[in-house]
């Protein structure tokens, strides 16, 4: 019989209690006394599957255990899930599953999502609402909550004004497409409702614990909305070209870096196919983390950001297409480059996408 140390082990130190171990793949945890660096090194060396005599030998050189203790040492940590043998159905899948991911390239995501899924979340069905509230009281008491709205010190704002009035296609013929009427130079209106529509603040809404918060044409989870706009303006009517931040608060424009990011664009963002349209303005998302983690104090809502900025894709490809403008969107090949130029770190605050609008 072969065994090996189970996958994604976690040993954590708890605050004066000492060590625990947890077994992710039964949503358990361990308070341990016998953890030493001897155990730890022995589940180290059985990280690959390993016959059940070897293993016991390897406990033995490094434990110091005697030879009538290996074999209930080991049948303890098979019970405990710290370590499993080939039966178990859940390695076996992960075996299979890893090699596939592994097949097309994508081994370092593998463990990212394997990680994910296994990360404790609250269960709703259960006592998750009532734990939900008193989580959410005490984390108010104890910090303030993130502002709503970003805003740059010592930037003039470029107000937009009162949105216009500004002719649309039908519902049908916009869920149909841009249509073939080749769209000219976008003038600072059009541009205006677009940012909007898409992005700005239309309402607000009052929650019992976390109090105001805004809401906008699309959805975020807890009214969050952590992702920031960043336009590069390349050719609007009115608007000089540079990169601009989007103050939702003022629905304003804030000049960051003025002049010509054409160049930029084609190296960072759209290189390999480049859409087949001339550009007005290529929007940039970014994600303001604790926005979201301050209101979901569980790793697991990390996946949420991704589901924000795919409804604001989709929210601007309809818009656009109802000025019968064309869309273009796709990841960042180079968001260290792009985070530069909109003066972010990557960790609190990190480029996610992008979508080039005609």
């Known amino acids: 019989m072969r065994i090996k140390t189970a996958s994604g082990l976690s040993v954590l130190k708890v605050p004066g209690e000492g060590l625990a171990i947890d077994v992710s793949h039964r949503s358990r945890s361990y308070d341990v006394d016998w953890l030493d660096a001897g155990v730890l090194s022995f ?93 959410m009281k005490a984390a108010l008491a104890a910090d303030p909550k993130p502002a709503n709205y970003k805003e740059f010190q010592g930037k003039g704002l470029i107000p937009l004004g009162p949105v216009p009035e500004v002719p ?24 205006a409702w677009l940012t909007y529509f898409a992005y700005g603040q239309v309402g607000k809404k009052f929650m019992p614990v976390t109090k105001e918060h805004i809401t906008k044409t699309s959805p975020s989870g807890g009214a969050r909305h952590p992702t920031e706009v960043y336009p590069i303006v390349l050719e609007i009517e009115g608007i000089e070209p540079g990169l601009y931040h989007y103050n939702v608060k003022q629905h304003a424009l804030e000049l960051l870096v003025p002049g010509d990011h054409r160049a930029f664009v084609r190296r960072c963002l759209v290189r390999g196919t480049p859409p087949p349209f ?74 996610m996408t992008y979508a080039v609008v005609e």
């Open 43 to 135: 589940l180290i060396a059985c990280g690959t599957w390993t016959e059940r005599a070897h293993a016991e030998r390897l406990l033995a050189e490094r434990t110091k255990l005697p030879d009538d203790a290996r074999a209930r040492a080991i049948d303890q940590l098979l019970e405990l899930g710290v370590l499993v043998g080939e039966d178990d159905p859940f390695h076996a899948r992960l075996g299979d599953a890893e090699a596939m991911w592994e097949r097309y390239g994508w081994e370092d995501a593998f463990h990212l999502q394997r990680e994910i899924g296994a990360l404790e979340r609250l269960d709703y069905l259960e006592d998750g609402f009532r734990r939900d509230v008193l989580q």
């Open 168 to 191: 649309q296609r039908s519902l049908c013929e916009t869920f149909d497409g841009p249509g073939t009427t080749k769209a000219g130079p976008m003038d600072s209106g059009r541009f």
């Open 278 to 351: 001339d550009y007005s303005v290529v929007y940039v998302y970014t994600t303001i983390f604790e926005r979201s983690m301050f209101r979901y104090r569980e790793p697991f809502s990390y996946r949420v950001m991704s589901h924000d900025i795919g409804h604001l894709l989709e929210t601007t490809r309809l818009l656009a297409n109802s000025i019968g403008r064309r869309v273009s969107g796709g990841r960042v090949p180079r968001d260290c480059e792009v985070n530069g130029l909109l003066g972010i770190d990557g960790l609190f605050e990190s480029t």
